[in-house]
């Protein structure tokens, strides 16, 4: 029987009247006074009626944060730990103020050890969850060294104040960095409501468990845009690691359907941490953990309207993305990944149809034996295409959306349209070379020369030609400036495709300078993992299909 973590009691309790409402989202004069905030805008009633000038929800921070700029320094060797000399396993004893750190009887202890493990479900039916591995291709595992040196940094400013001292120096770092850049950066869209801001924070401000996830994803980012990457990165991986132990500790004390709001978010970030640090293992662990905590609680429609909406955008970019790459991995679920958007979603944009038309393209292959059923998917998917344009559904948009952010959203939907056909044809493609020869297999040394027969014919019941669609994509990358604008942050799944079935070296070029634009200006680990992909493909003569080829390596790539 596996031994739950244990924490220990505090002596003293800070006590509140019943039914008082405290928010750490009130106005900065309440929080000066340390007194509930009924949050109206633009003054708080508190403030009006007792004559006190309301100063409003602006920023609290000293300063804005530079990416470059080295923050972090070496205060204090790193503690030596007690190890335990009855387990072979490799386990500490954690400080008491590590509140969410492992314990050595915690089934996450096992994650620091080169075999993956699968925890089993609790008792109380809670859904089954997962711990972290790494693998060869560019995912260090995670030691004792790292997750010790995490103690050892210390921030040099911002100093903490008031508002924040249930927060370390870390946490508030990282906290300001996706306030002031993360939040602008790790969206496809920017606007005075983006809610990885005014949705998340407040709610992580409540929750150590999700500030921990939102602190991974930040520290993360930070890495991949600054000089500390080491640094950096070690403190995103020992914010990881206790995220999952603290969501390990928090679905066993809940049944499935009384899963609280803060583990479902804190799983999302953990899908999102994977997709900035540029994965190829994990990410589809935690979208499995995150579709049956959803489906726990009785499916997107049983949350609350901003849960909802937080989540509705990027489950339906991700699951879809991940039916396309890695279908195999993945829980088959379609309820979740038809759900509508009505508000103009920060991940998804005007390509909401479009990404679940490249879903459905992934499902051809399951009906090869039908050749009647796959004629008419295939022409029903062709005239979805055909007839698609960013005007046929009407969106809410957000405040502060320029007709300039629409532009460049409308651009991205139309290289989606684009990359659907090229990936229809692709995928028509394969299927014909595996009925005409078998399929390779994966179980021999890599090899990039392979037999395959001559390339088929195009499907006439296809309105637009692959190279006519290729070469429209390419042409509105060229006159595109691809600049800081963050919704052409969504073109990694675009350029990638077209890259797949690019032969000339001008056009290879021009899609190699487009995702290091969206590596250096977005800071997204998922870029560089797909240029990693193309280099492979075009190393080999082209001749692979990129399918297969990530079969080969067992590569989770995240095209999201």
């Keep these: ?50 004559g006190l000038k309301c100063e409003g929800y602006g920023s609290m921070w000293a300063e804005p944060l530079d990416p470059s700029a080295h923050v972090f320094s070496q205060s204090r060797a790193p503690k030596r730990r007690r190890f335990s000399t009855t387990s072979a396993s490799t386990t500490w004893s954690p400080r008491p103020e590590e509140d969410l750190w492992l314990c050595p009887s915690s089934p996450l202890s096992n994650s620091l050890s080169t075999t993956p493990t699968t925890p089993a479900e609790s008792e109380n039916n809670s859904p089954r969850f997962w711990t972290g591995e790494d693998n060869e291709h560019g995912d260090r595992q995670i030691t004792i060294s790292e997750i010790d040196s995490c103690n050892t940094l210390a921030i040099a400013s911002p100093i903490p104040s008031g508002y924040f001292s249930h927060l370390s120096h870390h946490d508030i770092y990282y906290l300001q960095y996706h306030t002031e850049q993360g939040s602008k950066l790790l969206a496809n869209l920017e606007s005075v409501d983006n809610p990885l801001r005014s949705f998340l924070i407040p709610r992580a401000l409540s929750s150590p468990l999700l500030m921990k996830a939102l602190c991974a994803v930040s520290a993360t980012h930070f890495a991949n845009r600054s000089r500390d990457k080491q640094e950096a990165q070690t403190a995103a991986t020992d914010y990881y ?4 132990s603290g969501l390990q500790s928090t679905i066993a004390k809940y049944s499935a359907r009384t899963i609280p709001d803060e583990a479902i978010l804190a799983v999302a970030m953990l899908c999102k941490y994977e997709i900035v640090r540029g994965s190829v293992q994990q990410w589809t662990v935690h979208l499995n953990a995150l ?26 970019y991700a699951y879809n993305m991940a039916r396309i790459s890695n279908r195999k991995h993945i829980n088959y679920d379609l309820d979740i990944g038809n759900v509508k958007i009505s508000k103009l979603d920060i991940y998804i944009g005007y390509a909401e149809d479009l990404i679940k038309i490249c879903a459905r393209i992934a499902d051809l292959p399951t009906l090869s034996r039908d050749p009647v059923a796959l004629d ?19 969106y809410i948009i957000p405040r502060g959306i320029t007709e300039s952010n629409l532009a460049r959203l409308r651009m991205v939907a139309n290289c989606f349209r684009d990359a659907a056909y090229i990936y229809l044809h692709s995928t028509l493609e394969r299927m014909n070379q595996g009925r005409a020869s078998p399929p390779p297999s994966f179980n021999t040394p890599l090899q990039l020369e392979l037999q395959t027969p001559s390339t088929p014919a195009e499907s006439p019941s296809i309105s637009l030609r692959r190279s006519t ?16 604008h963050c919704e052409y942050s969504a073109l990694t799944f675009p350029l990638f495709i077209a890259g797949c079935e690019s032969k000339d070296p001008s056009d290879r070029k021009l899609i190699i ?15 560089r993992r797909a240029k990693e992909m193309l280099n492979i493909l075009w190393a080999g003569g082209g001749d692979v299909h990129w399918l297969d080829m990530l079969e080969r390596l067992q590569w989770d790539l995240i095209l999201a």
Excluded at 376 to 394: F, G, K, M, Q
Excluded at 469 to 484: F, G, K, M, N, V
């Design 1 to 50: 029987m596996v031994q739950q973590p244990s924490y220990q009691t505090p002596t003293r309790r800070r006590c509140r009247r019943e039914g008082a409402k405290w928010t750490r989202s009130g106005c900065l004069t309440c929080k000066r006074r340390r007194k509930r905030c009924d949050e109206a805008k633009p003054c708080c009633h508190s403030c009006a009626r007792l």
């Design 241 to 244: 690691v206790r995220t999952l």
């Design 291 to 316: 579709q049956e905590l959803i489906m726990a609680r009785g499916g997107v429609d049983a949350l609350n309207d901003d849960m909802r909406e937080f989540l509705s955008g990027f489950y339906i």
């Design 376 to 394: 008419l998917e295939v022409h029903s998917i062709d005239t979805s295409l055909r007839d698609w344009a960013p005007t046929n559904t009407t």
């Design 469 to 484: 669609t290729l070469h429209q994509l390419l042409t509105r990358i060229r006159a595109s400036p691809l600049d800081e």
């Design 513 to 527: 300078q487009s995702l290091d634009k969206l590596e250096a200006n977005f800071g997204i680990g998922n870029v």
